[in-house]
């Protein structure tokens, strides 16, 4: 009997391979920072905005300007001296724990933490996958900080579309489809991203293996939608800029309070009825009552149309059918697609739609505003940190007389007319 | 082509059939190569070189990237891909079909099914990441995976006995819709978002495996090939059916269970890892019988396994390699080079003339 | 201790299982397969020759008794070692595509090569041997998918010779072959059973042959117990026409010939030289006529053709050339 040479040959070829460069299965810590020395710079209030502490001092509050969570329900935060430890809850409903520790640079970290959820800060160069929290970044104003997002073509604000053109910024994809070595290669002190329940649609395994460290984004999941904002908050506390994003928050959310109680006060006159999204064949996809969004519609006084057809399913929906009958007396449609120029475009999609009184009324409209092209809308990258705006229009556009003069952001009118194509 | 008479028979291993073999190995060597050096960053080959053998490199951030993301990959890819073509090389043998296959068959979707109970088993006794459980979580969806397998391996080599060639395959192609809506209901359960698990799981991928996943990859893809090997005399026999091979000396019922084994092993363990991914199973093995043309599983095997290796890794290089800024998934690449080779195979006269596809 | 090669049944009893229901096919066989003799086994379709065959070659489970080879019971032989001794042609149809001729008679060497299937230059000498012996060098470099139905079974009885085996167990290997092949054939299976000692059993509804050329018959009827002898010797005793009667076939133990059992018909005698004569009555015959010894009407005949056809009692005889003409004279005997 002869051995083949080939089998042999191939056999050690595998082996060799497998056990002679298998020693890196553990996250090195070479990805973290650099401990540079050099000088500190301050924020107004206190707290460190770059560089690490040289010598560690145990009796010094190092965060004199803190944050909390004031309406969301998804995090919280508890600071110690040198060390923040940011608690976040995926879903409101589950009894999952993601605990960080944000340790201030040059201190020591505590114990109890997985090294992987141990971050440095104040973050010198992040990467944030989810472009809900785009207009986190405009607002903050991070550019030096945020060196990849996910995906280019759904950027719509300009400055970082300009970031993107110059190349001091990335695209790096997101979950499966996330591109390893760029991301590698910049080095991100932390990634922030979409977190879900179920573990293989998280950044995978790699990202752990290569020794990157994530942070999970769930602000998109709050109920309120100054819950939702108050996650700006926790991007902040990655730079310990927590004294701006409270400025700003609280700026924010005073305009929305104001907005919301001039509904409140003209409450009872008139109940505006409002459906939402349109059909994909027969499936007609509802809001979730458990989303800011709707949250929202009711801040504007409005009432859910199809508030009767919700069940607790996670994708509720109902049939065409069953959503004229509840429908189609509502006075407004938001939600509709870019493919609907006009209102003849409904009815060319599909002839029942004329059923809906909106439909006739004129009063269809899509959160398109300021969309260059079908994928870059800025509402989809600003609505979490300028939830005022969003509801100024939601307000403008269904109790004009609340908000007169007031300048759309978001919401587009479906216009009457046919348009030229 | 003309069969050509078999090389052993004139007293020596032909050069024809060496020089082919030596191509082959050169063109999976070439492509394990490029899958080190090429990728969305640039690195030079020199700094690749001196990675690989324990130097030093220019950036730090280049040995990750060549430690911990490109060589498990062209190694995942390379040990997958081969494993996929001798499984999918065994299956035809032994259903004498050569539109067999551990895709085709549902085997892969079984597999699939396996892990996505274990997943629901796992998550309703409070862990959530059986994948990144390291080493016991490694070894855990692996062998569901081939448990999976397994279970679909059994029907079909049942059902072989009862029906046709084409219901066979038919069959195989509903326990597919079976396994997967099953595993749909089943991540339904788990997981808030249920489309998006059912994209991901359907989108084979080479690149998302870790060491601590080859750890226990690698061992179980070569316990399956090795069982394969042992399997390529019998396999020999088993082309003339069970009756002859018995009497020519094949203990069938023995040899059956090892080669559903060897599948089980290697097809399940490449899926619980890669996903499912289509098409090498039923291609490589008739792309390598072309090349070497030569029905010995002696040379088949050895000639299914690089082809298998070198074919996973040209596929996996086009998947990451960003075209037009989109990236193109794995299996849409092996189904536009495996679907027209099994066209073809179809099409052609000499096959279906014999009634035997 | 028997002779190498010498199957052996005793109080055999073979049937098969369809679900639950085990089917007898035969019940108390004792029979032995000898070195240097070739064995033809006769019987009609659903007889049970093939399940016969496979159970003493080992393949298909006794239903009682006992398969002894070379005095050793079949079921305790390894499979290799079974193989190396006895080798088999199947009635299965072969569906393996992109097998050469040369490949598929290679297969047979499969007992007596490595755990890699690689051949030696002594396993090629013995795959030529083979090749020459089944008349099927022609065929080997074709693909067996692209053959006739014969010439692969000259391939499949290439590869049961080349697998050297002391015991050959052929079913029904003559099907698909013209007369010049089948009796090559034959002659072929009675050269490797006498010269070179082989036991040779071969299943065939060709039962001229099979009577010129085997030293034994095993005669199977349907629900009835196998029957074996020298084929004379069944001949004489009745044994073949019995089994043959029960299937509405007469045999004729005189001629050796098969007719197909009618009865009424016009009786006639013939007379003349052979061989007119006995073609005549085989003309006849077809038309219906009851050929006696000594009936009213009486046809003459001689070597050329001319007959006439008279009665033993004096009447008016008709005369002419010719077998047609004389068959359009008397027209059917049935009448």
């Known amino acids: 009997m002869r051995a083949e040479p080939w089998f042999v040959g191939a056999a050690a070829l595998l082996v060799g391979a497998a056990t002679a460069c298998g020693n890196t299965d553990r996250p090195h810590t070479g990805m973290t920072s650099i401990v540079d020395t050099t000088a500190l710079t301050m924020s107004a209030g206190g707290n460190i905005l770059s560089g690490c502490v040289a010598s560690f001092d145990s009796t010094r509050d190092y965060f004199p300007e803190k944050s909390q969570a004031v309406s969301a329900k998804q995090f919280t935060v508890e600071y110690h001296r040198n060390f923040k430890i940011l608690t976040v809850t995926p879903r409101e409903d589950t009894t999952l724990r993601i605990r960080y520790a944000l340790v201030q640079c040059g201190t020591p970290a505590p114990s109890g933490f997985d090294a992987r959820r141990v971050i440095e800060v104040p973050v010198r160069r992040m990467a944030i996958t989810h472009s809900d929290y785009h207009g986190v970044i405009d607002t903050l104003n991070l550019y030096s900080q945020v060196l990849a997002i996910s995906q280019e073509k759904v950027v719509s604000l300009p400055r970082m579309r300009a970031a993107l053109a110059e190349g001091t910024m990335r695209a790096v994809g997101s979950q499966h489809h996330l591109d390893l070595e760029q991301l590698i290669a910049l080095k991100p002190d932390v990634i922030l991203s979409y977190w879900s329940v179920s573990p293989e649609w998280n950044a995978p395994a790699k990202v752990d293996e290569v020794g990157l460290k994530s942070g999970a984004l769930v602000g998109h999941w709050e109920r309120t939608p100054l819950g939702a904002l108050d996650w700006l908050k926790v991007v902040a506390m990655y730079v310990n800029r927590e004294g701006d994003a409270n400025a700003i928050v609280a700026g924010v959310s005073a305009r929305y309070d104001s907005l919301r109680a001039r509904v409140q006060q003209n409450a009872g006159r008139d109940s505006v009825h409002y459906i939402t999204a349109f059909p994909a064949g027969d499936n007609w996809e509802l809001q979730r009552a458990d989303h800011s969004a709707y949250t929202r519609m009711q801040d504007a006084g409005l009432v859910y149309a199809f508030r009767p057809l919700i069940d607790e399913s996670d994708f509720p929906s109902t049939t065409l059918e069953a959503a004229i009958v509840h429908g189609s007396a509502a006075d407004v449609w938001f939600g509709a697609p870019a493919r609907w120029k006009s209102t003849a475009d409904i009815i060319a999609t599909d002839a029942r739609l004329s059923a809906f009184r909106a439909v006739g009324r004129g009063q269809v409209y899509s959160w398109r505003r300021g969309a260059s092209e079908s994928d870059r809308v800025p509402y989809s990258e600003r609505w979490l940190a300028h939830p005022d705006e969003v509801l100024g229009d939601i307000i403008a556009a269904t109790h004009p007389a609340l908000l007169p003069g007031h300048t759309f952001h978001y919401l587009q009118r479906v216009p009457a007319a046919p348009s030229a194509r | 082509m003309t069969s050509v008479a078999m090389p052993a028979a004139r007293g020596a291993t032909s050069a024809a059939l060496l020089t082919r073999f030596a191509l082959l190995a050169a063109a999976t060597a070439l492509a394990f190569l490029l899958e080190l050096a090429v990728g969305t960053v640039r690195i030079p080959f020199s700094d690749v070189v001196s990675i690989l053998s324990g130097g030093a490199s220019t950036d730090e951030s280049w040995r990750t990237i060549v430690q911990t993301v490109r060589l498990p990959r062209a190694l995942t890819a390379a040990t997958g891909g081969a494993a996929l073509g001798a499984s999918g090389l065994v299956l035809q043998t032994l259903f004498r079909n050569r539109l067999a296959g551990p895709w085709l068959l549902g085997v892969t979707g079984g597999a699939r099914l396996g892990v996505a109970l274990m997943i629901v088993a796992v998550s309703w006794s409070g862990y959530f990441l059986p994948a990144q459980l390291g080493i016991p979580g490694s070894v855990g969806v692996a062998l569901s995976a081939s448990v999976g397998a397994l279970g679909a391996l059994l029907i079909m080599a049942l059902a072989a006995r009862r029906v046709g060639t084409v219901s066979l395959l038919l069959l195989g192609v509903m326990i597919t819709f079976l396994a997967t809506g099953a595993s749909s209901v089943l991540m339904h359960l788990v997981s808030e978002d249920q489309g998006r698990v059912w994209e991901a799981w359907n989108d084979g991928n080479f690149g998302g495996v870790t060491w601590a996943n080859l750890r226990v990859l690698l061992p179980l893809l070569l316990l399956g090939t090795l069982l394969a090997v042992a399997l390529m005399k019998s396999l020999d026999a088993l082309t003339l059916g069970e009756r002859y091979a018995e009497s020519m000396g094949v203990s069938v019922r023995r040899i059956r269970w090892v080669a559903l084994a060897a599948v089980a092993l290697l097809s399940g363990a490449t899926t619980a890892f890669c996903g499912v991914v289509a098409f090498l199973d039923i291609a490589v093995p008739q792309i390598a019988r072309r090349i070497i043309a030569s029905t010995e599983h002696r040379f088949l095997m050895p000639a299914t396994l690089l082809l298998g290796a070198a074919l996973a890794m040209y596929a996996d290089l086009l998947a990451h390699v960003p075209i037009g800024n989109r990236i193109l998934h794995l299996n849409a690449i092996t189904s536009v080079l495996g679907a027209p080779v099994v066209i073809w195979m179809l099409l052609r006269k000499s096959g279906a003339a014999n009634g035997d596809t | ?335």
């Open chain 3, 1 to 335: 201790m028997s002779a190498h090669g010498t199957l052996t049944a005793h109080a055999l009893t073979v049937g098969y299982q369809i679900g639950r229901e085990t089917r007898s096919v035969c019940a108390n066989i004792d029979v032995v397969l000898a070195p240097g003799e070739l064995v033809c086994l006769l019987g009609p379709n659903g007889a049970g020759k093939s399940t016969l065959m496979n159970t003493l070659a080992g393949a298909l489970q006794p239903l009682a008794g006992t398969v002894l080879l070379d005095g050793v019971a079949i079921q305790s032989l390894s499979v290799r070692e079974r193989a190396q001794r006895i080798a088999i042609v199947t009635t299965e149809r072969v569906q393996a595509a992109g097998l050469s001729g040369y490949a598929l008679v290679a297969l047979g060497r499969h007992p007596h090569t490595g755990w890699l299937g690689a051949l030696t230059a002594g396993d090629a000498a013995r795959i030529e041997e083979a090749l020459e012996m089944a008349s099927a060098s022609a065929f080997r470099d074709r693909q067996i998918g692209e053959l006739s139905d014969g010439e692969r079974q000259r391939l499949l009885l290439a590869r049961a010779l080349a697998q050297a085996s002391s015991v050959l167990i052929l079913d029904e290997l003559t099907a698909f072959l013209d007369l010049p092949r089948r009796v090559e054939t034959m002659h072929t299976l009675r050269r490797l059973a006498r010269d070179a000692g082989r036991a040779v059993l071969l299943s065939t509804h060709d039962l001229d042959l099979a009577l010129r050329c085997a030293d034994r018959i095993w005669l199977l009827p349907r629900n009835g117990s196998l029957a074996t002898g020298i084929p004379e010797s069944l001949i004489l005793n009745g044994t073949f026409a019995a089994a043959f009667a029960a299937e509405g076939v007469e045999f004729d133990i005189n001629d050796g010939n098969f007719r197909v059992h009618q009865s009424g018909g016009r009786a006639i005698s013939v007379r003349g030289p052979e061989p007119t004569r006995h073609w005549t009555t085989r003309a006849l015959q077809r038309l219906g006529w009851n050929v006696t010894e000594d009936a009213d009407h009486c046809v003459t005949t001689d070597n050329l053709q001319q007959w006439e056809v008279g009665g033993s009692r004096g009447e008016p005889v008709s005369v002419g050339t010719g077998l047609d003409a004389l068959l359009t004279l008397l027209g059917r005997g049935t009448q």
